[in-house]
């Protein structure tokens, strides 16, 4: 996996040029018309000499069935968007205090199917690093990196099976503990359409 650390982000913009697969939490003839846009931000960073990606845990809240649990900075598609890629950096900006004017967006990944009736568009973009981040303590408990090689690494990742209500059992990408936090679900399920398409 030491290959991806040596792909340059104009590869990167090339490989994106192909697009991923579209992806489900659930088999996609459950995926219908009523699932609402949303676009997520997928930020490369150089650290340590080798690309991370950026993630966030989200603030615990009662009433958030996704609070504590690691995503990408994102949220769905508001009237005032010009397209999902204002919507994913204007989620960041609002939940990290990322500025749309240090994100260099490197293309797209095919939309993602969530769970929560969300047609998800992730936004992937090179950020400086160091950064100055701020996150709103209301929506964002920690921001961390993972790296590339740590995250492609297939020892790092399984799949489990969970069941839906009156649904058949469905697939659940989980990955092993990193840095205290766990990444599972769309978030992973994304993380690994990014990788599969890298590494082609």
């Given at each position: 996996m030491v290959g991806l650390n040596r792909l340059s982000s104009e590869q990167i913009r090339q490989c994106l040029v192909r697009k991923s697969g579209v992806t489900h939490d659930i088999p996609d003839q459950w995926a219908?018309?009523?699932?609402?846009?949303?676009?997520?931000?997928?930020?490369f960073v150089q650290h340590t000499d080798?690309?991370?990606?950026?993630?966030?845990r989200r603030a615990q809240h009662e009433m958030d069935q996704h609070g504590g649990q690691v995503a990408f900075a994102g949220g769905k598609f508001e009237a005032g968007d010009e397209d999902l890629k204002t919507t994913a950096l204007r989620e960041a900006h609002e939940e990290i205090g990322l500025h749309p004017q240090d994100v260099s967006i490197l293309g797209t990944l095919n939309?993602?199917?969530?769970?929560?009736r969300y047609q998800i568009t992730p936004v992937v973009a090179q950020?400086?690093?160091?950064c100055q981040?701020?996150?709103?303590?209301?929506?964002v408990a920690r921001i961390f990196t993972i790296?590339?090689?740590?995250?492609?690494?297939?020892?790092?990742?399984?799949?489990?099976?969970?069941?839906?209500?009156?649904?058949?059992?469905?697939?659940?990408?989980y990955f092993d503990e990193y840095d205290g936090e766990i990444l599972w679900g769309a978030t992973a399920r994304m993380t690994l359409s990014?990788?599969?398409?890298?590494?082609?």
């Open positions: 219908d018309a009523e699932c609402q846009k949303a676009a997520v931000l997928i930020p080798q690309w991370h990606l950026l993630y966030i939309h993602h199917h969530s769970i929560s950020i400086p690093w160091p981040l701020r996150p709103d303590a209301l929506e790296p590339l090689s740590w995250l492609a690494d297939p020892q790092n990742h399984r799949i489990e099976y969970r069941e839906l209500k009156n649904r058949q059992a469905f697939p659940v990408v990014l990788i599969s398409l890298l590494s082609r």
